[in-house]
C-alpha cells in the first residue's frame, strides 16, 4: 500500500466531513461549493501556513514534529482512534529504522494456547492478528466462530473474520447486525494497513476483498478507523440460536500485534444457558475424528 496514497486520502477524507460550522469559523461564503472545510481554513486552524498544509494533504508526513501532528488532529477534531492512524501513518512515511515492525505473527506461542485451553468450556476466547486472521482459540472459541472456521480459504491460510464477513454469504445470518460487523471488520484492517502498509498478506487480502466485494470496496475508501476495545458481539450461531455476548479485547505484550478476546455474558443469562449449550455441542464435535480440528 502507497503510505502518500493513504495520508492524502486520510486527510482529506477527515477535511471533507467537517462543516465550518462544526469547526467554529463565522465568516465563509454561503456559496461554497463544497460542504467541508476548504486547505486555508484547515491550515488557519492547524497554525500552519497553506503551502505547508497541502504539502501534507500531498502525501508528505516524513520528518512531520508531534506537535503539528497534534495541531492537525485538533483542527480536524480526531478522535483516539483517528490521532493514533495519523500518528501510525507518520511514523510510516518515515526512514525505514523507524517504521519498522516485526511481522504480525500467524500463530500463537505454545504457553498461550495452553493459557486459552485452560479456559476450558466456561469463556468462548481466540486470538486474532491485526490482518484479522483467527490465530488461535480454545474449544469453546473455536465452536462460537466455527461459521468463520468454515469460510474457504487460499490454499494453506487462515481463517479470516473479514474473508468471513465479505465473502461468504452465511456471514449475514452469523451477525445480527451485519453493517456493523462489516464496519467494524474494515476500520481495524484500516488500523493495521497504517500501522505497516508494507505487510504484504494485509496487502493481498484488501486487494481479494476489494475486488469481490462492492460492499468492502466502499467501506474501505471511506478511511474510517476505529479502536476495538471492548463491547458486545450479537451473532445468530446456526446450533444455538442467538447470542449476545460482552467482549474484551487484551494484548499480549510479548506478541506485538496479537490481541486475545474473551467473551462473557451474564451469570444466570439466557445468553449464559446457551454458552452451555453450545460448550456442549463444541465437545461432542471437537470429539468427532472426522470434525478434526481447525
Keep these: 500500500m502507497d503510505n502518500r496514497d493513504e495520508v492524502k486520502d486520510f486527510l482529506r477524507t477527515r477535511r471533507a466531513r467537517l462543516t465550518p460550522a462544526d469547526a467554529g469559523l463565522t465568516a465563509f461564503a454561503s456559496n461554497r461549493r463544497v460542504p467541508g472545510l476548504k486547505r486555508g481554513e484547515v491550515a488557519d486552524l492547524a497554525g500552519v501556513s497553506v503551502e505547508y498544509y497541502a504539502q501534507l494533504e500531498r502525501g508528505n508526513l ?16 480526531l478522535d483516539e482512534a483517528e490521532r493514533t492512524h495519523l500518528a501510525d501513518l507518520a511514523r510510516a512515511a518515515g526512514p525505514a529504522t523507524r517504521r519498522r515492525r516485526t511481522p504480525t505473527a500467524g ?6 494456547q495452553r493459557l486459552l485451553d485452560l479456559v476450558g468450556d466456561v469463556v468462548p476466547v481466540i486470538v486474532n492478528n491485526g490482518r484479522l486472521d483467527l490465530v488461535a482459540a480454545n474449544a469453546l472459541g473455536r465452536a462460537l466462530f466455527s461459521p468463520v472456521y468454515a469460510t474457504p480459504v487460499p490454499a494453506g491460510g487462515p481463517a479470516n473474520h473479514a474473508r468471513f464477513t465479505f465473502l461468504d454469504d452465511r456471514a449475514r445470518d452469523f ?4 453493517d456493523r460487523a462489516a ?7 484500516r488500523t493495521e494497513a497504517g500501522r505497516d502498509p508494507y505487510d504484504r498478506a494485509l496487502t493481498d487480502l484488501v486487494g481479494a476483498l476489494s475486488t469481490q466485494s462492492p460492499p468492502f470496496r466502499t467501506r474501505w475508501a471511506a478511511h474510517d478507523v476505529r479502536l476495538h476495545r471492548t463491547g458486545r458481539k450479537h451473532v445468530r450461531h446456526p446450533v444455538v440460536g442467538e447470542l449476545h455476548l460482552d467482549f474484551e479485547v487484551l494484548d499480549l505484550p510479548a506478541d506485538p500485534g496479537l490481541t486475545l478476546i474473551t467473551f462473557t455474558s451474564p451469570a444466570g443469562s ?6 452451555r449449550m453450545l460448550a456442549s455441542w463444541g465437545a461432542t464435535r471437537e470429539s468427532t475424528p472426522a470434525a478434526g480440528r481447525p
Excluded: C, K
Design 175 to 178: 451477525w445480527v447486525d451485519w
Design 107 to 112: 500463530q500463537v506461542r505454545p504457553g498461550v
Design 183 to 189: 464496519d467494524d471488520a474494515v476500520s481495524q484492517l
Design 62 to 77: 516524513a520528518g512531520v514534529s508531534d506537535s503539528v501532528l497534534d495541531a492537525l488532529a485538533r483542527a480536524l477534531q
Design 270 to 275: 439466557p445468553d449464559e444457558d446457551a454458552v
